[in-house]
T-cell receptor, first 113, second 115 residues
Framework: KQEVTQIPAALSVPEGENLVLNCSFT??????LQWFRQDPGKGLTSLLL?????REQTSGRLNASLDKSSGRSTLYIAASQPGDSATYLC????????????FGTGTRLTVIP | ETGVTQTPRHLVMGMTNKKSLKCEQH?????MYWYKQSAKKPLELMFV???????ENNSVPSRFSPECPNSSHLFLHLHTLQPEDSALYLC??????????????FGDGTRLSIL
């Protein structure tokens, strides 16, 4: 069974801190991994997409890494801001069923001013 | 500007009612998706359409009936729902059905409550 786990479920940090969110998946035969952001009452916004052949992707203050062999991905947020407060979700697609994204339950991040 | 618009944003209905959720995308995409997001559970893919053809039905009960009249519009018809169907229903679109090539763009969802 393909499972995606995100730990911790919630995280609070003071403004300005660097932080890391974790995502792990049970089946390493992935096609790609995506990180999304979800604000309360809103849909998902795609942040970064890492193909299975890549090791990391960067966008502004965000950096996502992928280690297929260990079944892990991290989302690094530099110099956190209150506006970064949201739930962060990772999702994995597999080569055997690329239509289907398998989501974690997310990490709810609060950045305290 | 979201690019994917869902209506209504909130819906309360009884178990015997019939209602429909609507999704419209303005991104020129060819694939559209319905997801269910329940509290404390991961998002679950329900249906996938590619060029108006259904390519995936993820073992969804028949009380949920999708319709895709064209590549820009997607509906989810609801009838005889159960309390456990209360959830946030999210619509998404992508350039093509193989999601690995392109990120999916999501609407803001319809919050559905079954009385």
């Amino acid at each position: 069974k393909q499972e995606v786990t995100q730990i911790p479920a919630a995280l609070s940090v003071p403004e300005g801190e660097n932080l890391v969110l974790n995502c792990s998946f049970t089946d390493s035969a992935i096609y790609n991994l995506q990180w999304f952001r979800q604000d309360p009452g809103k849909g998902l916004t795609s942040l970064l997409l890492i193909q299975s052949s890549q090791r990391e992707q960067t966008s502004g203050r965000l950096n996502a890494s992928l280690d297929k062999s260990s079944g892990r991905s991290t989302l690094y947020i530099a110099a956190s801001q209150p506006g970064d407060s949201a739930t962060y979700l990772c999702a994995v697609s597999y080569q055997t069923g690329a239509n289907n994204l398998f989501f974690g339950t997310g990490t709810r991040l609060t950045v305290i001013p | 500007e979201t690019g994917v618009t869902q209506t209504p944003r909130h819906l309360v209905m009884g178990m015997t009612n019939k209602k429909s959720l609507k999704c419209e995308q303005h991104l020129g995409h060819n694939a559209m998706y319905w997801y269910k997001q329940s509290a404390k559970k991961p998002l679950e893919l329900m249906f996938v359409y590619n060029f108006k053809e259904q390519t995936e039905n993820n073992s969804v009960p028949s009380r949920f009936s999708p319709e895709c009249p064209n590549s820009s519009h997607l509906f989810l018809h609801l009838h005889t729902l159960q309390p456990e169907d209360s959830a946030l229903y999210l619509c998404a679109s992508s350039q093509e059905v193989r999601v690995g090539n392109q990120p999916q763009h999501f609407g803001d969802g319809t919050r559905l409550s079954i009385l």
